[in-house]
């Protein structure tokens, strides 16, 4: 069973190693050329999505098929269904310019926490009323300036057939802002990579699906809970018809 694990474990290695890697490259650039390097955020972001990508050229096991829009909207909330450590790899290679609000705690780690924070991760499990305040904050700013937000409503990760009842906090905030709300749906990455597994569960060539659905608009809903819950029909809906594809 170990042995089957640390086999089974090569895309996790390759993963880590390449962000690593490629996260060491990034601060040794930063730190050389910083006086020329107007948004570190976007910088960083830049050298992670590479890595993503490589990531999944280099593990032969993965096919990741992705439809996205052919005119992404900027300054928009992404809403994405949330199975495993692998989601958030597989779209940030095609969303840019964004701050990504987790239920997470990672204060205990500095050095990730650091890391994680470069890239664009705020979260929130742990933090005080006033510390998510601030990262409220700095989401609606950030919208403001036409740069993107990525939430996972449904507050985990989860790979039942049934999404877990959503949060509102995207819903309130796309409302507040007027911004537009995209979709994403992905189905396939638990086969790989659950919650709670550092072993990576199939040895099989196995796809991600990757979804995006057409913008929704706050003008056409009359609230946030009725864009929530019309939101969630509709990824559950193409949830469905992706896992018709296994």
């Not at 949060?167 to 979709?183: D, E, H, I, S």
Request: proline residues 5%.
């Amino acid at each position: 069973m170990v042995l089957k694990c640390i086999l089974g474990s090569i895309g996790h290695f390759i993963f880590f190693g390449l962000l690593i890697v490629f996260m060491l490259m990034g601060y040794l650039i930063y730190f050389i050329f910083k006086p020329f390097i107007k948004d570190s955020q976007h910088f960083f972001q830049e050298g992670s999505a590479l890595s993503y990508r490589l990531f999944f050229l280099l593990t032969p096991r993965i096919v990741l098929e992705a439809d996205i829009l052919d005119n992404m909207p900027s300054g928009a909330i992404y809403v994405s269904t949330h199975q495993s450590i692998l989601d958030f790899p597989a779209f940030a290679i095609y969303i840019k310019n964004y701050l990504i609000f987790a239920n997470v705690n990672l204060g205990k780690f500095s050095i990730v926490e650091k890391i994680t924070h470069s890239v664009g991760v705020r979260y929130i499990k742990g933090k005080s009323l006033s510390e998510v305040g601030d990262i409220q904050k700095e989401l609606e700013s950030h919208l403001d300036s036409g740069k993107n937000v990525i939430y996972f409503p449904e507050g985990t990760r989860h790979s039942g057939d049934k999404l877990l009842p959503f949060k509102r906090g995207a819903f309130k905030l796309a409302m507040k802002k007027n911004r537009p709300l995209v979709p994403v749906v992905i189905e396939g990455a638990y086969k790989f990579l659950p919650r709670k597994s550092w072993c990576f569960k199939t040895s099989k060539k196995e796809k991600i699906y990757l979804k995006m659905l057409p913008p929704l608009y706050p003008k056409d809903f009359k609230n946030e809970i009725e864009m929530m819950k019309y939101t969630q029909n509709i990824m559950q809906k193409k949830k469905d018809e992706l896992c018709d594809l296994f």
